[in-house]
Nanobody, 121 residues
Protein backbone atom coordinates (compact mmCIF):
# COMPACT_ATOMS: atom_id res chain seq x y z
CA UNK A 1 0.00 0.00 0.00
CA UNK A 2 1.41 3.36 -1.06
CA UNK A 3 2.05 5.76 1.79
CA UNK A 4 3.31 9.31 1.43
CA UNK A 5 3.87 11.36 4.56
CA UNK A 6 4.79 15.03 4.25
CA UNK A 7 6.54 17.04 6.95
CA UNK A 8 8.45 20.27 7.39
CA UNK A 9 5.68 22.78 6.92
CA UNK A 10 5.11 25.68 9.26
CA UNK A 11 5.23 29.43 9.54
CA UNK A 12 7.90 31.39 7.71
CA UNK A 13 8.49 35.08 7.16
CA UNK A 14 8.53 36.57 3.68
CA UNK A 15 11.99 36.01 2.26
CA UNK A 16 12.53 33.04 4.52
CA UNK A 17 13.05 29.36 3.80
CA UNK A 18 11.48 26.02 4.57
CA UNK A 19 12.37 22.48 3.58
CA UNK A 20 9.59 19.99 3.04
CA UNK A 21 10.13 16.24 3.20
CA UNK A 22 8.02 13.34 2.00
CA UNK A 23 8.66 9.86 3.35
CA UNK A 24 7.50 7.21 0.89
CA UNK A 25 6.71 3.54 1.45
CA UNK A 26 4.79 0.69 -0.11
CA UNK A 27 6.38 0.90 -3.57
CA UNK A 28 9.79 0.89 -5.25
CA UNK A 29 10.54 4.58 -4.88
CA UNK A 30 13.32 4.90 -7.47
CA UNK A 31 11.05 3.58 -10.25
CA UNK A 32 8.57 6.47 -10.10
CA UNK A 33 8.54 10.16 -10.77
CA UNK A 34 7.51 12.27 -7.82
CA UNK A 35 5.66 15.56 -7.61
CA UNK A 36 4.90 18.45 -5.30
CA UNK A 37 1.64 20.32 -5.62
CA UNK A 38 -0.17 22.87 -3.47
CA UNK A 39 -3.68 24.01 -2.81
CA UNK A 40 -5.28 27.06 -1.29
CA UNK A 41 -8.83 26.64 0.07
CA UNK A 42 -11.36 27.32 -2.66
CA UNK A 43 -8.80 27.04 -5.47
CA UNK A 44 -7.68 24.22 -7.72
CA UNK A 45 -4.65 22.11 -7.00
CA UNK A 46 -1.53 23.77 -8.44
CA UNK A 47 1.34 21.64 -9.72
CA UNK A 48 4.60 22.98 -8.28
CA UNK A 49 7.43 20.66 -9.29
CA UNK A 50 8.26 17.18 -10.52
CA UNK A 51 11.32 14.97 -10.69
CA UNK A 52 12.12 11.81 -12.62
CA UNK A 53 12.65 8.49 -10.88
CA UNK A 54 16.43 8.74 -10.96
CA UNK A 55 16.49 12.43 -10.11
CA UNK A 56 18.27 13.41 -13.33
CA UNK A 57 15.63 15.90 -14.45
CA UNK A 58 13.41 18.26 -12.51
CA UNK A 59 10.74 20.70 -13.61
CA UNK A 60 9.08 23.68 -11.98
CA UNK A 61 6.04 25.87 -12.27
CA UNK A 62 6.92 29.41 -13.39
CA UNK A 63 5.64 30.73 -10.07
CA UNK A 64 8.40 28.95 -8.12
CA UNK A 65 11.22 28.65 -10.65
CA UNK A 66 14.49 29.94 -9.25
CA UNK A 67 13.21 29.82 -5.67
CA UNK A 68 12.26 26.18 -5.06
CA UNK A 69 14.40 23.08 -5.57
CA UNK A 70 13.06 19.56 -5.71
CA UNK A 71 15.34 16.62 -4.90
CA UNK A 72 15.12 13.00 -3.88
CA UNK A 73 17.10 10.46 -1.89
CA UNK A 74 16.43 7.10 -3.50
CA UNK A 75 18.49 5.29 -0.87
CA UNK A 76 16.10 6.48 1.81
CA UNK A 77 12.85 6.77 -0.17
CA UNK A 78 12.48 10.46 0.57
CA UNK A 79 11.44 13.43 -1.54
CA UNK A 80 12.35 17.02 -0.67
CA UNK A 81 11.30 20.53 -1.59
CA UNK A 82 13.67 23.33 -0.59
CA UNK A 83 11.74 26.58 -0.62
CA UNK A 84 13.68 29.84 -0.53
CA UNK A 85 12.68 33.49 -0.91
CA UNK A 86 9.21 32.61 0.26
CA UNK A 87 6.31 34.92 -0.57
CA UNK A 88 2.89 35.27 1.06
CA UNK A 89 1.37 33.79 -2.09
CA UNK A 90 3.25 30.54 -1.40
CA UNK A 91 0.91 29.96 1.53
CA UNK A 92 -0.91 26.68 0.86
CA UNK A 93 -1.28 23.05 1.80
CA UNK A 94 1.57 21.23 0.08
CA UNK A 95 1.14 17.67 -1.15
CA UNK A 96 3.61 15.03 -2.21
CA UNK A 97 2.56 12.78 -5.07
CA UNK A 98 3.67 9.57 -6.76
CA UNK A 99 3.68 9.47 -10.53
CA UNK A 100 2.22 6.72 -12.69
CA UNK A 101 5.65 5.83 -14.04
CA UNK A 102 9.33 6.78 -14.10
CA UNK A 103 8.76 9.95 -16.12
CA UNK A 104 5.21 10.87 -15.05
CA UNK A 105 5.76 14.24 -13.42
CA UNK A 106 2.27 15.41 -14.49
CA UNK A 107 0.33 12.16 -14.08
CA UNK A 108 0.05 11.57 -10.34
CA UNK A 109 -1.77 8.55 -8.98
CA UNK A 110 -1.28 8.83 -5.22
CA UNK A 111 -1.13 11.78 -2.87
CA UNK A 112 -0.15 12.31 0.74
CA UNK A 113 -2.28 14.21 3.22
CA UNK A 114 -0.29 17.41 2.97
CA UNK A 115 1.69 19.80 5.15
CA UNK A 116 0.67 23.41 5.71
CA UNK A 117 2.99 26.24 4.74
CA UNK A 118 2.14 29.75 5.89
CA UNK A 119 4.21 32.75 4.85
CA UNK A 120 3.44 35.82 6.88
CA UNK A 121 5.15 38.56 8.84
Amino acid sequence: QVQLVESGGGLAQPGGSLRLSCAASGFTFRRYAMTWARQVPGKVLEWVSGIYGDGTDAYYADSVKGRFTISRDNANDTLYLQMNSLKPEDTALYYCGKGRSFYSIRDTVDWGKGTQVTVSS
